[in-house]
C-alpha cells in the first residue's frame, strides 16, 4: 500500500498524513469507524479503473459545480477528480459539439452498468421538455437515456433533487427534479443550493469503497448529512433558547448576533449539517446563518423556494424551557448566565458538530492550524 500512497501523494499535492486525517474526517462525516476509514483512504489510492461519470446539466446556475471547484484543503476537487473518470461534463469539458456526445455514448455503451450518473439542475417536462435541449435532445431524454445502465444515481443539487427554484410556482416550464422523471430508479439527493460539496465526497467515497450508498432519508437524502434539522445545531441557539432575536436586518440583535427566527430563518425546519460542515472552507469556514442571513430551507423540499422569506418557520423541535433561563431570571435572580447559556449551547453543538467539523479542520496541514 505504501507505493499506492507515495503515488497518491504525488498526485494530488498533499502528504500521506494529511490525506489519512482527511479520510478518517470523512469517515466521521458518515458516522463510520477508524478501521472504515482507512479502507477507504486505500480503496481511493489503489490503483484501479477509475469508475466513470456521466455528469448531465439542466436547467440550474451551475452552483453545484461552482462549489466543488471552488473548494480547498486539500484540493477536494482534486480528490474527487482522482477518484473518479468524469468523461463528460458539460461545464469542464475541453471538447465541444458532436465530438464530445459521441463520446459520452460511447462511454455509456462501453461501460453499462458501472458508470455514475451526476444530474445538476431541474429538468423541465411540459411541452416535451422543449425548455432545455442539449445537442438538439431535451434534458429529460438526456437524463432518462443516461439513468437506464447507471450504476448509481446521484442528484446533485436542489434543482436536481425536486427542481428548486425553476419549480417555484407558477413553474411555466413544468420543472422537477432527477427522481421525479425516473421512477423505479433510486436517485440519491443531495440538496442544497449550492449542496455541499463534503457530502456530495463523502457519498461517493462510500460509494468506492463500499459498493453501496450510505442510508437515505424519506426524501432519499443520505443520513449522514441531513438526519439532523439546522437548527439542533445552530450557533445561535442559545439565542433562541433564551428569547434574544434579531427583528430587523442592521438592528441591535442583528449586531449582536442574535437568533434570526423573527427574520424569518427555516433553521427549525430543515434538515441539514450547514452549521457543522459549513462552506468556503479557506479561513476555517462560513455559512449564511453564521454571517446574519436567515437560513431559506433551501435543502428541504416544500421549504425552501416555497415559503417566503418573511413567513416564521415552524418549530418543531423544542427544549423544555425550564432547561433555560427567561430573560426575567437572568436579569433578576442568580441563574445560568446569558454568557453561561451561549458557552453551554456551543458545546453541545461543537459535540454534536465535531464529526462533521473534522472533515474540513483536517484537510488543513498542522502548520495551518497552529496560526
Ligand atoms: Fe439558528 Fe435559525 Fe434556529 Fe435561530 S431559528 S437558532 S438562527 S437555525
Known amino acids: 500500500m505504501q507505493g499506492d500512497f507515495d503515488a497518491l501523494e504525488k498526485r494530488?499535492?498533499?502528504?500521506?498524513?494529511?490525506?489519512?486525517?482527511?479520510?478518517?474526517?470523512?469517515?466521521?462525516?458518515?458516522?463510520l469507524s477508524t478501521s472504515e476509514a482507512i479502507a477507504m483512504a486505500e480503496a481511493v489510492a489503489k490503483p484501479k479503473k477509475r469508475p466513470v461519470v456521466i455528469w448531465l446539466h439542466g436547467q440550474e446556475c451551475t452552483g453545484p459545480t461552482e462549489t466543488m471547484l471552488r473548494s480547498e484543503h486539500p484540493t477536494l476537487e482534486r480528490l474527487i477528480l482522482e477518484m473518479v473518470s468524469?468523461?463528460?461534463?458539460?461545464?469542464?469539458?475541453?471538447?465541444?459539439?458532436?465530438?464530445?456526445?459521441?463520446?459520452?455514448?460511447?462511454?455509456?455503451?462501453?461501460?453499462?452498468?458501472?458508470?455514475?450518473?451526476?444530474?445538476?439542475?431541474?429538468?423541465p417536462t411540459r411541452d416535451g421538455g422543449v425548455y432545455c435541449k442539449i445537442a438538439g435532445k431535451t434534458m429529460l431524454a438526456h437524463t432518462v437515456e443516461a439513468a437506464e445502465n447507471a450504476a448509481a444515481i446521484i442528484a446533485f443539487g436542489s434543482c436536481a433533487s425536486w427542481g428548486g427554484v425553476q419549480s417555484s410556482g407558477p413553474n411555466p416550464t413544468g420543472a422537477v427534479g432527477a427522481q421525479?422523471?425516473?421512477?423505479?430508479?433510486?436517485?440519491?439527493?443531495?440538496?442544497?443550493?449550492?449542496?455541499?460539496?463534503?457530502?456530495?465526497?463523502?457519498?461517493?467515497?462510500?460509494?468506492?469503497t463500499f459498493g453501496t450508498l450510505p442510508e437515505l432519508d424519506s426524501?432519499?437524502?443520505?443520513?449522514?448529512?441531513?438526519?439532523?434539522?439546522?437548527?439542533?445545531?445552530?450557533?445561535?441557539?442559545?439565542?433562541?433558547?433564551?428569547?434574544?432575536?434579531?427583528?430587523?436586518?442592521?438592528?441591535?440583535?442583528?449586531?449582536?448576533?442574535?437568533?434570526?427566527?423573527?427574520?424569518?430563518?427555516?433553521?427549525?425546519e430543515t434538515y441539514s449539517n450547514c452549521p457543522a460542515v459549513e462552506f468556503n472552507d479557506v479561513g476555517g469556514g462560513t455559512w449564511p446563518v453564521g454571517v446574519g442571513h436567515p437560513c431559506f430551507g433551501c435543502t428541504e423540499q416544500g421549504v425552501g423556494f416555497t415559503k417566503p422569506l418573511f413567513s416564521l418557520a415552524e418549530v418543531q423541535t423544542h427544549t423544555p424551557p425550564n432547561a433555560f433561563p427567561s430573560i426575567a431570571q437572568?436579569?433578576?435572580?442568580?441563574?445560568?448566565?446569558?454568557?453561561?447559556?451561549?458557552?453551554?449551547?456551543?458545546?453541545?453543538?461543537?459535540?454534536?458538530?465535531?464529526?462533521?467539523?473534522?472533515?474540513?479542520?483536517?484537510?488543513?496541514?498542522d502548520s495551518d492550524s497552529e496560526t
Open 12 to 31: 494530488l499535492g498533499i502528504s500521506r498524513r494529511d490525506f489519512l486525517k482527511y479520510c478518517t474526517g470523512i469517515a466521521a462525516t458518515l458516522g
Open 86 to 123: 468524469l468523461e463528460y461534463h458539460q461545464t469542464l469539458d475541453a471538447g465541444a459539439g458532436h465530438q464530445v456526445e459521441h463520446l459520452k455514448e460511447l462511454s455509456m455503451k462501453e461501460n453499462a452498468g458501472k458508470y455514475l450518473l451526476v444530474v445538476e439542475g431541474s429538468i
Open 180 to 208: 421525479a422523471v425516473l421512477p423505479g430508479k433510486t436517485v440519491v439527493n443531495i440538496p442544497g443550493c449550492p449542496p455541499n460539496p463534503y457530502n456530495f465526497l463523502a457519498t461517493v467515497m462510500h460509494f468506492l
Open 330 to 365: 437572568r436579569e433578576d435572580t442568580p441563574g445560568m448566565s446569558a454568557g453561561a447559556a451561549a458557552v453551554a449551547g456551543a458545546a453541545v453543538g461543537a459535540a454534536v458538530g465535531a464529526a462533521a467539523v473534522v472533515s474540513t479542520r483536517l484537510g488543513k496541514s
Open 219 to 268: 426524501q432519499n437524502r443520505p443520513k449522514f448529512a441531513y438526519g439532523r434539522l439546522i437548527h439542533e445545531n445552530c450557533e445561535r441557539r442559545p439565542h433562541f433558547d433564551a428569547g434574544r432575536f434579531a427583528k430587523e436586518f442592521g438592528d441591535e440583535g442583528h449586531k449582536k448576533g442574535y437568533c434570526l427566527y423573527k427574520l424569518g430563518c427555516k433553521g427549525p
